[in-house]
């Protein structure tokens, strides 16, 4: 699942609830799924990719109802009025210079929307366990918390990282670390969490996290929620090709 | 003579008044203006008539004003300006160009979407060659791919948009007559009322794909080749495997530009006009992709044998039957990119190929390359010299000046935002 988990994490989809009573690995990565999902939720954040020619940064501003239906309005200058839809399955893109609203299917989801995120990484739903075959490794302290170290291996060629390695807090389901591997066998990229928050009901979300490359030295993205809104009310037609224009 | 009487006149615009002042004070109706610019620099060293080459610099500014913080208001007012004119549009070549691109509010109803301004509304679905286009009409098939945005006509215009559903709706559309620039007299030319063009399309999905059909009276042209009068068309875009995309539109009744009147089969058939598209992605490594899009543009009542270069350029040939686009796209960790494109004549076996290389560096900042080299013999559409045939000017008019485009081009340039 390469970056999607790491992406609808931090756009919102992955508040972690405090019981961990689920020990298998199937249940906890379920787990993980099951409570990224909510009724409505409204988020502003920021990403930022380093490498040795600086840093690019976008922001946008995100909107969700349930595991299905997106909305994501790019802010920053270059990208400012360009719109993604995901609704019933369906992926729209809008361009504001072109006036003209785009669908996309199938392969076409794979393309960037930013450095190394795909539209498909940044709008899909939960499906973790379709994808892969996982299997419970062993544990390890991460930052100071007790984690799981889950192995996931794609069971198809449909995904950029072939394998995966997991770390997830025993104590609250919350991802602490993730390494993503080629074929090969050989270490790509690591992701570090960075900050959990809890918010009003107790619940916990990451609200920062960094890929750092281990092909390329000083290459990272960052991702930040800025701003985050749990069940808000959001109009019907918030999620139809209205919202787009 | 009807009159109207000024009380009611003056109770209904009060109540007009009241429901806008009512609407305005139920959503945020404050607004900040944001400023983007894009510059645009090119140096270009490219063949000219009679083998002889030149070396020029050239770019864009384009500055926008955008209304931002209302969602029930948009506004935008953007302006390009060139550091020298050689279209010929100014009577001093070296006076700097200022264009007006777009100019456009857009007011978000409770039911219905206002569009109005100097804008553009998408109709049809297609990358280069698009039948449904009727507005602006995406059938030439001289195109510049150094350019940011292929086909980018505005016009002005009001449009309502009516949803009828998520993800359906309808829309309608009215064009004033173009104010044209007269050359020769150097003034500009209002058109009369009979000019205008106007229309509805119809938007909706069914069982996975986008369907749209609409209607167009056409007055005016609002690009060059543009076919006027009565214009319906059909578009769809959906997936089989790949993405698949098309449309077919045509033209009847009176065309003033082309001076025909097409009531009859022999002359509606040939403007029948006929695209289709293709495009699939491929995941080439972990953080690179492979892109490729194929589309034609068929008119089966044009001709489909070759000929002679003069007729086209006089607009006396028309179209040929088949034109054919296809793209390659190879990007790399969203930082690299390398394409080419072209735009293929099979009935005269010529064509344009574009090859692009681009390296967004930093934020907002992107490093190009181009060739531009054309594949065909001196009266093919897309001549790689045609320094032996180079044909009189359309009408006798004017006189091709020794700097025109010949086949080769070669660019380096950069683009910024911010």
Redesign the interface.
């Known amino acids: 699942m390469k970056l999607k988990r790491i992406i609808t994490v931090l756009i919102g989809l992955a508040i972690l609830t405090t019981s961990a009573s689920a020990q298998s690995a199937e249940e906890i990565i379920q787990k993980m799924d099951e409570l990224q999902t909510f009724d409505t939720m409204y988020n502003e954040g920021t990403m930022i990719t380093e490498d040795r020619?600086?840093?690019?940064?976008s922001t946008y501003k995100a909107w969700s109802r349930g595991s299905q239906d997106f909305l994501i309005e790019f802010t920053n200058?270059?990208e400012?009025?360009q719109k993604i839809l995901r609704?019933d399955e369906?992926l729209y893109l809008f361009y504001p210079?072109?006036?003209?609203?785009i669908?996309?299917?199938?392969?076409?989801l794979?393309?960037?929307m930013?450095?190394?995120i795909s539209y498909e990484d940044i709008t899909e739903g939960r499906n973790t366990l379709d994808k892969y075959d996982v299997e419970m490794i062993n544990s390890e302290i991460v930052d100071g918390e007790d984690c799981w170290v889950i192995e996931m291996i794609a069971t198809s060629r449909d995904v950029?990282?072939p394998k995966q390695v997991v770390k997830v807090g025993k104590k609250d389901y919350v991802l602490r670390e993730a390494e993503y591997y080629?074929r090969s066998g050989r270490l790509?990229k690591i992701v570090d969490v960075i900050k959990v928050e809890t918010f009003g009901d107790g619940r916990l979300m990451i609200t920062e996290m960094v890929m750092e490359d281990q092909l390329r030295r000083g290459s990272s993205t960052r991702m930040r929620i800025d701003k985050l809104e749990i069940d808000p009310r959001l109009d019907d037609?918030l999620?139809?090709?209205?919202s787009l224009? | 003579m009807n009159t109207t009487n000024p009380i009611v006149l003056r109770r209904v615009l009060t109540g007009a008044v009241m429901v806008l002042v009512g609407f305005l004070f139920a959503h945020p109706a404050w607004s900040e203006t944001?400023v983007?610019t894009n510059l645009e620099f090119y140096n270009t060293v490219y063949r000219g008539r009679n083998d002889t080459w030149y070396y020029t610099g050239s770019g864009k500014a384009d500055i926008r004003l955008?209304s931002?913080g209302n969602r029930n208001m948009r506004a935008e007012a953007a302006v390009e300006f060139y550091p020298v004119d050689l279209s010929g549009g100014s009577s001093v070549a070296a006076v700097p160009a200022l264009n007006l691109k777009r100019f456009w509010i857009?007011a978000?109803f409770p039911s219905w979407?206002l569009t109005a301004g100097k804008?553009?509304?998408?109709w049809g679905n297609g990358f280069v060659f698009n039948s449904g286009d009727i507005l602006f009409g995406s059938l030439s098939p001289y195109l510049d791919f150094t350019q940011s945005?292929v086909r980018?006509d505005t016009a002005w215009l009001t449009a309502f948009?009516i949803?009828t559903?998520?993800?359906s709706?309808i829309e309608g559309v009215l064009l004033p007559p173009s104010i044209l620039y007269d050359s020769g007299s150097g003034s500009l030319e209002v058109q009369t009322i009979d000019k205008t063009s106007g229309g509805l399309r119809f938007?909706a999905r069914a069982g996975?794909w986008?369907l749209e059909t609409g209607y167009l009276y056409k007055g005016d042209a609002k690009v060059a080749s543009d076919l006027l009068g009565h214009r319906p068309y059909f578009s769809f875009?959906?997936?089989a495997?790949?993405?698949v995309y098309g449309a077919v539109s045509l033209a009847a009744g009176w065309d003033g530009d082309a001076g025909v009147n097409r009531d009859n089969w022999d002359e509606i058939s040939k403007t029948v006009n006929f695209s289709f598209g293709a495009?699939?992605?491929?995941?080439t490594g972990?953080?690179s992709?492979l892109?490729l899009r194929l589309e034609t543009l068929v008119m089966p009542w044009q001709n489909w044998n070759a000929r002679d270069y003069q007729e086209i350029i006089d607009g006396d040939a028309g179209y040929y039957g088949i034109m054919i686009y296809p793209e390659l796209t190879w990007?790399m960790?969203?930082t690299w990119y390398t394409s080419v494109q072209s735009v293929i004549s099979p009935v005269d076996a010529s064509a344009q190929i574009t090859t692009t290389f681009g390296w967004?560096?930093?934020?907002?900042f992107t490093l190009l390359g181009f060739v531009v080299v054309n594949a065909g013999d001196e009266q093919s559409l897309f001549a790689y010299d045609r320094s032996g045939a180079w044909p009189d000017y359309p009408d006798g008019s004017g006189k091709w000046k020794a700097y025109e485009f010949n086949g080769v081009n070669i660019t380096i340039g950069a683009r910024y935002?911010?």
């Open positions: 020619f600086g840093e690019k940064r200058v270059e400012r009025g609704v369906e210079d072109a006036e003209d609203i669908p996309m299917h199938g392969a076409a794979k393309q960037s930013f450095g190394d950029p990282y080629a790509l037609d999620f139809s090709l209205r224009y | 944001e983007r955008g931002i857009k978000n979407r804008t553009k509304v998408a945005t980018d948009n949803p559903g998520h993800f709706y938007f996975g986008r875009h959906g997936h495997g790949v993405d495009f699939h992605q491929f995941q972990y953080d992709t892109t990007m960790r969203s967004h560096v930093f934020q907002g935002s911010y």
